[in-house]
């Protein structure tokens, strides 16, 4: 079975820098797009982030385009977000998803019903 667990997570000062980290276990990682997912308190799960299996198609939501960045090293089954300059409304609890459909290698989407798996979430503060 795939397993995600996110980790990265805590505080951060805005204008600092966090990298969250989705390590997969059991099922290789170049098999699935990996989507990164938001959830603030008394708000609706937000897509953020996204990267095909092959690392070629990757895509962001407005709000973080320009500040967040995704990779992948699939010989480490791990996904990565590098946020920079974070914004206090940046602030949520951070969950990183698996899509194992057939077009994962070409192409990922930032709707959450598509993925199959996820992590329990880590969670992001930014404040001064």
């Known amino acids: 079975q795939l397993q995600l667990v996110e980790s990265g997570g805590g505080l951060v000062q805005p204008g600092g820098s966090l990298r969250l980290s989705c390590a997969a276990s059991g099922f290789p990682l170049d098999y699935y797009a990996i989507g990164w997912f938001r959830q603030a308190p008394g708000k609706e799960r937000e897509g953020v982030s996204c990267?095909?299996?092959?690392?070629?198609?990757?895509d962001y939501a407005d709000s973080v385009k320009g500040r967040f960045t995704i990779s992948r090293d699939n010989a480490k089954n791990t996904v990565y977000l590098q946020m920079n300059s974070p914004k206090p409304e940046d602030t949520a609890v951070y969950y990183c998803a698996a899509d194992l459909g057939p077009a994962a290698s070409y192409y990922c989407h930032l709707g959450a019903p598509r993925y199959d798996y996820w992590g329990q979430g880590t969670q992001v503060t930014v404040s001064s």
């Open positions: 990267i095909s299996s092959s690392g070629g198609s990757t």
